[in-house]
């Protein structure tokens, strides 16, 4: 029942009794882990499943092997990645630096601008461009961020369209762990 669309559990033996040499041959053929409930493997067992390289799991509370078994399966599952938007800078003046490009003399509206954040650039409500800072500066200084209601530099990287009233949007990718 833990089986999705996702991810899908396999069981490929089970049976009772003690786990066998035979069990840890099927499962080294076929990269699965042994899960053992109330039971203990022998040493000869043992020994072949660490020659093997077969994972021997042993539980005595079927809790704790459901959680295992689902911890394991949402560890398969790609991460998710949300934008998390940090703040909002409007473009006020543009400077014209040869070898450097366009710099955004920008005002920070809110939230702040983290030099190592992504930017995208919003003219007119839509995303004309979205990449990274290149530089940050504050009163000619390179400055790690800018908070709300101060003035700044920004320099885009490979990109120089910039336009008086643009707004800059500073984010940053956060992983998202997903659940079963």
């Known amino acids: 029942k833990l ?5 899908k559990l396999k069981i490929i033996h089970s049976s009772t009794g003690a786990i066998t040499e035979t069990d840890v041959m099927l ?11 109330n039971v203990r493997p022998d ?13 021997i799991k042993l539980y005595d509370i079927i809790y704790n092997v459901i959680a295992d078994v ?29 070898k450097i490009g366009t710099i955004a ?10 030099r190592n954040s992504s930017l995208k650039v919003v003219r007119d409500g839509v995303v004309a461009y979205d990449g990274k800072i290149a530089s940050l500066k504050r009163v000619k200084d390179d400055a790690r961020e800018v908070s709300t209601g101060m003035e700044c530099g920004i320099g885009i990287e490979n990109f120089n369209d ?5 707004i800059l949007e500073a984010y940053i990718q956060e992983k998202v762990d997903r659940k079963l």
């Open 3 to 7: 089986s999705t669309p996702d991810i």
């Open 70 to 98: 689902k911890a394991a399966m949402e560890g398969l599952l790609e991460p998710v990645y949300r934008e998390v938007v940090q703040g909002r800078a409007e473009v006020r003046n543009l400077f014209k630096i040869s």
């Open 43 to 55: 040493s000869r067992v043992s020994e072949i499943a660490v020659q093997e390289g077969v994972d």
């Open 162 to 166: 910039i336009h008086v009233g643009d």
């Open 105 to 114: 003399g920008s005002y920070v509206l809110d939230g702040k601008i983290t």
């Open 27 to 37: 499962a080294s053929a076929s990269n699965a882990i042994i899960i053992g409930f």
